[in-house]
């Protein structure tokens, strides 16, 4: 069993839903996908506040998905509970955090699947697995009961296979969430090196959208990914050095190793990267007051094979979203080779609405042309 590290028994009508397995859910242990975790977690007490919308609605809970380890890690890999396997290519990641929850969906063992996304975790197994996901506004979606990794990063979001299911997520987690469409929409593109077939895919979606598009620049972006990147593993050496000081082995040793980096660094730079985060919120701000919605690839390469997969920390364009909070929305693009693309649509905060019905507008006008 790799998709889920608890599976139910379900039936009758109601939505299929899938729950990352760092989502409290009463009655059921919490693991994270860590060892560590799991030999000494129990029952929870009550679900996490973000289940109550699908409680209410009657979801069907097919089971409780794996993911990396901690919620730490692109790749998917779990060396305690297996790896999800890739339904598009086995050989290839599924990607992570979010990897099983990614698979569940993919594979239609579930309608909408939860996710958190903390550096990229929902956006990037979604685009390895071709799929659709949604990073919500940081804040939006409350956090209780939900695994800590970076408190200033996390987010829970859903994942689906196509942008109906994407809102009827929305829908769970936030009963009366209803998409705004708009039709003028102005959007910005930012270049950034990428494998050429995504790069040419991302531009036939765009003209096939008839959106308004412009060339941007953003010199911040790459330092916007370090400050991202420090402050994330600062924030998650806080979050888990419990558990690497007191269970060491029951920790990955990819996991140990971040999480022990996030310890190494100075308080000088910890706040000139907290300062990079105000100035980079600005940024944004100002941009978005001239545009719409600011496109860039989900990663700019396709998923690598297992035993390569560091090639998605520096093949995603997710993280700078994260140190900004704004929400998100990746969902495949077709490209003229044997896997899809992803584009990655960015909105100023709080803007899902507009997000996802612009994304259904996409989705359509690429079935179509």
Same mark, same amino acid.
């Given at each position: 069993?790799?998709?889920?590290?608890?599976?139910?028994?379900?039936?009758?009508?109601?939505?299929?839903?899938?729950?990352?397995?760092?989502?409290?859910?009463?009655?059921?242990?919490?693991?994270?996908?860590?060892?560590?975790?799991?030999?000494?977690?129990?029952?929870?007490?009550?679900?996490?506040?973000?289940?109550?919308?699908?409680?209410?609605?009657?979801?069907?809970?097919?089971?409780?998905?794996?993911?990396?380890?901690?919620?730490?890690?692109?790749?998917?890999?779990?060396?305690?509970?297996?790896?999800?396997?890739?339904?598009?290519?086995?050989?290839?990641?599924?990607?992570?955090?979010?990897?099983?929850?990614?698979?569940?969906?993919?594979?239609?063992?579930?309608?909408?699947?939860?996710?958190?996304?903390?550096?990229?975790?929902?956006?990037?197994?979604?685009?390895?697995?071709?799929?659709?996901?949604?990073?919500?506004?940081?804040?939006?979606?409350?956090?209780?009961?939900?695994?800590?990794?970076?408190?200033?990063?996390?987010?829970?979001?859903?994942?689906?296979?196509?942008?109906?299911?994407?809102?009827?997520?929305?829908?769970? =987690?936030?009963?009366?969430?209803?998409?705004?469409?708009?039709?003028?929409?102005?959007?910005?593109?930012?270049?950034?090196?990428?494998?050429? =077939?995504?790069?040419?895919?991302?531009?036939?979606?765009?003209?096939?959208?008839?959106?308004?598009?412009?060339?941007?620049?953003?010199?911040?972006?790459?330092?916007?990914?370090?400050?991202?990147?420090?402050?994330?593993?600062?924030?998650?050496?806080?979050?888990?050095?419990?558990?690497?000081?007191?269970?060491?082995?029951?920790?990955?040793?990819?996991?140990?190793?971040?999480?022990?980096?996030?310890?190494?660094?100075?308080?000088?730079?910890?706040?000139?990267?907290?300062?990079?985060?105000?100035?980079?919120?600005?940024?944004?701000?100002?941009?978005?007051?001239?545009?719409?919605?600011?496109?860039?690839?989900?990663?700019?390469?396709?998923?690598?094979?297992?035993?390569?997969?560091?090639?998605?920390?520096?093949?995603?364009?997710?993280?700078?979203?994260?140190?900004?909070?704004?929400?998100?929305?990746?969902?495949?693009?077709?490209?003229?080779?044997? =896997?899809?693309?992803?584009?990655?649509?960015?909105?100023?905060?709080?803007?899902?609405?507009?997000?996802?019905?612009?994304?259904?507008?996409?989705?359509?006008?690429?079935?179509?042309?």
């Amino acid at each position: 069993m790799t998709t889920f590290i608890t599976r139910y028994d379900t039936s009758g009508p109601g939505v299929k839903l899938a729950v990352k397995d760092l989502i409290d859910m009463a009655g059921e242990p919490t693991t994270a996908g860590c060892r560590a975790v799991a030999e000494r977690a129990a029952p929870a007490e009550r679900d996490a506040v973000c289940m109550a919308g699908a409680r209410a609605a009657g979801a069907r809970i097919v089971g409780r998905t794996n993911l990396h380890e901690l919620a730490l890690g692109v790749t998917g890999i779990n060396p305690w509970f297996g790896t999800p396997v890739n339904p598009l290519n086995p050989r290839l990641v599924p990607g992570g955090s979010s990897s099983g929850s990614a698979v569940a969906v993919a594979t239609r063992e579930a309608d909408v699947a939860y996710g958190s996304d903390t550096g990229g975790s929902i956006r990037i197994p979604a685009a390895c697995c071709g799929i659709t996901g949604l990073k919500t506004t940081w804040g939006r979606v409350s956090l209780e009961g939900v695994w800590p990794l970076s408190p200033s990063f996390d987010t829970v979001g859903p994942m689906a296979r196509d942008l109906a299911g994407l809102v009827l997520g929305m829908e769970l =987690l936030e009963p009366g969430f209803t998409v705004a469409p708009r039709t003028d929409i102005v959007v910005g593109r930012l270049q950034v090196p990428t494998d050429p =077939l995504i790069s040419a895919a991302i531009d036939r979606a765009l003209q096939v959208s008839e959106w308004t598009c412009m060339e941007v620049e953003l010199p911040e972006w790459d330092q916007a990914t370090r400050h991202a990147g420090l402050l994330l593993v600062v924030e998650a050496w806080q979050s888990d050095r419990e558990l690497v000081l007191q269970h060491p082995e029951g920790i990955g040793a990819d996991v140990r190793d971040r999480l022990t980096t996030g310890s190494t660094f100075d308080d000088a730079t910890i706040t000139g990267a907290w300062a990079g985060q105000r100035s980079w919120q600005a940024t944004l701000g100002e941009l978005f007051n001239r545009v719409d919605f600011l496109i860039t690839p989900t990663l700019t390469i396709f998923p690598p094979g297992t035993d390569d997969g560091g090639e998605l920390l520096v093949g995603r364009c997710t993280i700078p979203v994260n140190l900004a909070g704004v929400p998100a929305l990746s969902l495949p693009v077709p490209t003229s080779g044997p =896997l899809p693309g992803s584009i990655q649509v960015i909105g100023p905060p709080g803007s899902e609405e507009r997000l996802l019905a612009a994304g259904t507008w996409l989705e359509s006008a690429i079935a179509t042309n």
